[in-house]
Every structure is written in C-alpha cells, then in structure tokens.
C-alpha cells in the first residue's frame, strides 16, 4: 500500500512541477505594435497628499485638469506646460517607439460690476438706478512636443531616451461693455468702480486707453499671439506594477526660441472736433522674442501609462 502511494505521491508531483514549468511567464513591458496612453500624475499625487494635511486644500484644481499650454512670452515664466497633458506612444520595435504629447487649454471668464445710471440721474437726481458694466478674458492655446525614443531595462524596470520637437501657441483677449453710451450730452459716462483682474496674470485690467487720452475707454484688446518652437532630448524610467501598466518619471532639456505679435487694442470716444463718437483701432505694443536652454519639462514628469 505505501508503495502505491509513494507513487501517486511521485506521479502529482512530476505533474506539478512539468505544469509550472510548462506555464507561460508574463510579459509585463511593451511589444513592437503596441500603443501606449498616459496621462501626468502630479495633480492627483498633490490631491491624495493633501488629504491627510490639515491645510484645507484637498481639491483638483480645474485648471490642472484641463490644462493650460502657457509655453509663452516671456519664455522662463512661462514653462509650466500643461499640468496634465495628454501623451501616447507607437512601438516600431520592443526597444523603440515613437512619442506624441499634446496639451490643449481654452478659457473663458466674465466678470460684472454696477455703475450709476447716467440717463436716471438726469431725470432724477436723486434715482438710485444701475447699469452694468462688464470685462471678458478668453485665451486659447496648445503645446505639441514630438520626439523618437530607444529603450533598455529587464523584466519590470526600463530606461529611455530620447529626442523631440517642440512647437506650442498661445492667444489672449479682452472684451468691455458698458452700460452708459458715449454721447454728446455725456462724453465721459459713469463706470463701474469693481476692479477687472487678468485671470492669468492677476493684475489689474485698465479701462481707460492711455495711447489716446482719459476720455477714451477700451471696448477690446488683442494680445499678440505668442508661438515657441524648440528641439530637445528626454531621459526617464518606467517601472511596470503589472502586465503593460506602468508608473513612470521624465526630465527634459529643451532649446526654446518664443516670439510674440503685436497687441492690438479698440477703444470709443467723443471727438469733439467732428461731434461724434468715434472708435479708434490701434497697435499698443510691439511684440518681442526670447530664447530660453533648461531642464523645464515640456510634456509628462510623473505619469501612469498603460499599453495596449
């Protein structure tokens, strides 16, 4: 009987070590003709830290999800690419693989305020009547950064590097309405006493057109369009948590050259000299460039990927 069952015994074993043997390992790192999707991590990490701090700042920002190409003028400030943008690769080979990043970001805000109305207080000193005044900020923009990367690591771990090209453009305006018209009997209408703040900048917006006197006000401004071009090279690791998933950081050295067109600014007035209200288009700053060499980050710094 202990025969038989030092047999069987022998029989389960031999099976068990020729079915582990005979198991496929798992690939855990990317094939050639795979496509690879990533989205930067860092907003998500400052999220998920913050929630055992006692500061009160646990939330996403919207900008961050959204984010914002301010690759602009001038170039140094303006290097905070998008804080999430979007990436994705195309393995030519297991250790090559061409790259894609965009960043895409369009905003609006409006901001409203009362002013004293004009046409009321003539009619009655005394009316407590309003009209509303208010300021628009739109901007657009999007940041490109295409590249060629080669690959080297072991199971789990892999190293890369890399070159890649950089274009990104950015564009603002600035829109007034106001509740009191220009007219002959009132040339310098009531304006709003709330202070207009770039949403960007957080400075403060003028009304009044300087380039023409302080009886003129702005009804739009153009900044110039701002584009940077440049060409670079990146190195990163990525470490793969389970099968074509992987966790990964990058840091890239970029060459940036930025020029910005001219601002374009639209205002109103009363032309005494022709008795009309008239509006008046013109140039109020020339535009400039900048060059800009540093390890800024153009595209994903912390990022989770995953392969197809």
């Not at 693989?97 to 004293?116: C, D, E, F, H, M």
């Not at 789990?156 to 305006?173: D, E, H, I, T």
């Not at 639209?266 to 460039?289: H, I, L, Y």
Request: net charge neutral.
């Amino acid at each position: 009987m202990k025969k038989y069952i030092l047999f069987a015994s022998a029989c389960l074993l031999s099976l068990n070590l020729f079915a582990q043997q005979d198991k496929p390992e798992k690939n855990y790192l990317p094939e050639e003709g795979d496509v690879t999707i990533g989205i930067n991590a860092i907003p998500f990490l400052k999220y998920l830290g913050n929630c055992f701090s006692d500061a009160g700042n646990n939330t996403i920002n919207s900008t961050d999800v959204g984010g914002v190409p301010s690759i602009g003028f001038p170039v140094a400030p303006g290097l905070q690419n998008p804080t999430i943008s979007i990436f994705g690769k195309y393995f030519l080979t297991d250790q090559t693989a061409l790259r894609l990043n965009v960043g895409i970001g369009i905003g609006s805000k409006t901001q409203r305020g009362y002013a004293p109305d004009d046409a009321a207080l003539v009619a009655d000193p005394l009316s407590v009547a309003q009209v509303e005044d208010s300021y628009k900020y739109r901007s657009t923009g999007f940041s490109l950064a295409a590249g060629y990367e080669w690959r080297r690591g072991g199971k789990r771990l892999q190293g890369f590097w890399g070159g890649q090209a950089v274009v990104a453009y950015s564009n603002s305006k600035h829109f007034f309405n106001y509740g009191n018209a220009i007219t002959e009997i009132n040339q310098t209408p009531s304006q709003t006493s709330t202070v207009w703040d770039n949403p960007v900048s957080g400075q403060t917006v003028p009304t009044l057109n300087p380039n023409i006197g302080n009886n003129s006000r702005l009804l739009q401004q153009n900044d110039g369009r701002s584009w940077t071009y440049g060409v670079g090279g990146f190195v990163g690791v990525e470490y793969y948590i389970a099968p074509k998933i992987a966790i990964g950081c990058e840091m890239s050295l970029n060459l940036l050259w930025t020029t910005e067109g001219k601002s374009l600014q639209k205002s109103e007035r009363f032309n005494p000299d022709f008795n009309r209200v008239e509006e008046n288009v013109r140039w109020s700053e020339p535009g400039g460039s900048a060059f800009h060499f540093g390890t800024e980050n153009i595209g994903t710094s912390l990022y989770v990927a995953f392969s197809f």
